[in-house]
Each structure stands twice: as C-alpha cells, then as structure tokens.
C-alpha cells in the first residue's frame, strides 16, 4: 500500500468510513498481533491487545497528526498497551515460568525437539530483560522493525536503540549459557 | 582503550553490516587483535542467529481468524464492553494491590498519614479535655473553700457576739472554756484556710481575728475582769465584728450566687 493511499485510507475513517476502518485493520492486524506477542507471550493476550489497540486507534486517530508514519504510531500504542498488559500478568507468567522450570526436571525436555528447546529458552531470556531492552529487542529482532522506527516508536535516539539492543543481547547470551547448564 | 569501547558500541552495527566502508576495516583490524571483541561479536550474533528459530505467531492462527479479526475490532468498538478477555474486579483489584508498587505505596502513605492525622486529633481533643477537668475539679475546689470561709466567718461572728454580751460577775473569774474551744479551732480553720488559694482581703482579716484569738485562748481560767475587757478592747478598737459580719454576707451571697471568687468582696 502507497503512503498516499493509506493517507486516503486515514482521512475515510475520520470522516467515519467503516469500509476505510477495516482495510487498515486487515492491513496491519498480524504485525500488531505479532508485537503484542512477543510482549506477552500468549495468543489470547496477545489477541485482545492487538484487538484493543485498533479500538484505541479508532478513537484517537482525529488526533492523529501525521508527525509519524501511521504504522509507527500504531505499534507504539500496541508496545505501551503489551506493557501494561505485561505489567498487570506479571504474577501469572512467574507463576507460569516456575511450572516451567520445574517440567525442565522431569526429563520431558529431552524428548523434545532442539529448535523448540532453543526457542523457549530465547523466550524465557528475552522476557527476563529489563522492559526497554526487551522492547527493542522484539521491534527490532522479533517484529523485524528498522532501529530508526523502533526508536520513533519507543521515542528515543536511533543511538539509545543500538545501545539497548546491544546490551540486551548480551545479557541474553549470559541467560541462553545459564539456562542451557540448568537443562544439561 | 579508548579504542576498545568506541570498537565495542560498533559492534552491533556490524553484524548488521549497517557500518561505512572505513567503519568496517577498522572493527576488523581491532577484531583481529583482541579477544573480548572477538568474544563479544560470537555471542551477539550466537544469539541474533537464534532469534530465527522463534516461529511467527500471527501464522499459528487459521485464516478464519484472520477474516473475522476485523469484524471482532469493529464489534468492540461498537460495544465496549465486548471484549475477549474481561478480568473480574477481584483480579482487576489483585493487580491494584499486589502489582503495581507505586499505588500500593502511594495508598499505604495515605493510610499512615490519616492513621497519624487521626491520632493526633485524638490527643488534641484529649488534651483539651484535660484542662477543662481541671477546671472543673478546680471549680469544685474554690466552692469547698468558700464554703468554710463563709463558715468559719459565721462561726467567729458568733464568738465575737457572744464575747461582746458576755456579763461577768463582779469578782468572779468568768467561766470561758467553751468559748476558748471555739477560738481554738477557728485558729486551726483560720491557718488551714488561709494556705489555700484565698483571696488577700479575707486573709488579712483572718490574721487579725487569729491573732486575737490566740490571746484569748491563752487567757488562764483565773483571769480577771481587766484581762477580758483588753480582748475586747482590741475586738473593738480592730473593728472586727463590724469586719467579720461583712466578709460573712459577702461570702454567703458568693455561695447563693456561685459567682467565683473576686478580689475585690471584701468591703
């Protein structure tokens, strides 16, 4: 989709066009979906984020300004409503990791397959980091996005972005060695 | 070292080939020679080559899904209260309290600090109550006192009427054992009173009564006409009875009245 086109598309839903509404739902639905993923780590959770963020988009995109290009504006709401979402289930996802940890023992693990292995123990280091260093991290690594939108939308410095990426990456390597000794 | 820490910031940029031509060499050129970068940069891209294993969530859901997301974000809009997962108030209440720190914090100051204000207000209605019980005893106090000044007033004028009418028989030694027990005890009333918070005029007038009084008591029960008609005398050149029977009807409207007590009763 043309930027002009999707500026046509943003005027129609100010003017309360319901048809405009839906295309920029359905044009942007999964890159939502998939950054409130990697924030919560839950499809349902991840589903009524997404859902709730195009609702917020709904009702504030009068005041859409057009400083930003829309998507960016878009994702930072769908990262600031993950992180509350994070922020009230957090009890719930420790809970969750302790029955975790504590399948690890058991010898399961073994049987399952390596890709999978490392996918949940890049998930369990990646949402131990600390709340900025884990958003750049799944804008930019996990949702694909350009350090300079992942700064836009995080409204920081490209630099601060590499710096966080940086640092929340090695961090990761530090957790990745340590679980990796826990299952061997 | 210098060197080192501007080489280490960089790099991120690459391993993501996002460093200029001159950039790149340099970071090779270090790489070559130091370990810790060349640690660094194994770890980093260990861990950004694993991020491809992480799977796409959006593909994990059906196309039906996918068709009807839409229409589940044009329904909540419609109707707000629509909504996929909806935490009941206990659990909304639970991440209140248990969750966010700074409310918990911001609530459990407001707590100690009405707790604080609270008893504070207690003491200070405590410590205004207190000195209105003493008033109140205070009151209750001057009331006794006036009371036996009005009495020991009434008493004395008695006394000193009766010493005024007394007759004696011409020599006869007058018989004055009754009266001497009375002046007696006036005394010991006149001393104890007159260490109680009284006002100066009645204790003045106290004084002078005593100190006849105690002439009087020590009169020996042989005594002579002359001896008696000296405390008499004195009764009457101090104008005492004129003095006591006005300090008895000003202290007898003081009790009708219950005004406090004025310096200025006395006539």
Known sequence: ?184 | MIRHKKIQIQLYDYLQNALSGDDKIIVEDHLRSCEICKRTVVGLKDVIEKFQCLTNPAEERSTEYWNNFALTVERRILNPQNKSISPNLIDQLYSLFVLNKKTTIALSTAMVLMLVIGLWYMNKEQLLKVPQQQASVQNQDTALVEKRIGNYFRRSKTLLVGLANLELEHGRSPDLNTEQSVSRELIDESRDLRQQPIDIRSAELMRDMENVLVTFSKIPPQTTQIEFDNIRRRIYRDNLLFKIRMAESAYDEESQSRQPIQNNRMP
């Open chain 1, 1 to 184: 989709m043309k930027a002009a086109d999707e500026q046509q598309l943003i005027l129609r839903v100010r003017e309360g066009d319901h048809e405009a509404f839906r295309l920029l739902v359905e044009r942007y639905m999964k890159y939502a979906y998939n950054i409130a993923y990697g924030f919560v780590g839950d499809h349902d959770d991840a589903e009524d984020v997404a859902q709730e963020s195009f609702v917020k988009v709904y009702e504030a995109i009068k005041s859409f300004r057009g400083d930003s290009a829309f998507n960016t504006w878009l994702y930072r709401i769908v990262t600031n409503l993950s992180l509350n979402r994070v922020r009230q289930k957090k009890i719930s996802i420790t809970n969750m990791s302790i029955i975790e940890n504590s399948a690890t023992h058991t010898g399961d693990f073994f049987k399952v397959h390596q890709a999978e292995e490392t996918r949940e123990i890049i998930e369990k280091a990646l949402h131990e980091l600390p709340t900025l260093q884990r958003a750049v991290v799944i804008l930019r690594h996990i949702n694909g996005l350009s350090t300079r939108q992942v700064g836009e939308i995080l409204r920081c410095s490209e630099g601060t972005v590499k710096t966080h990426l940086h640092r929340g990456i090695l961090k990761m390597r530090t957790k990745v060695d340590f679980l990796k000794d826990e299952v061997v």
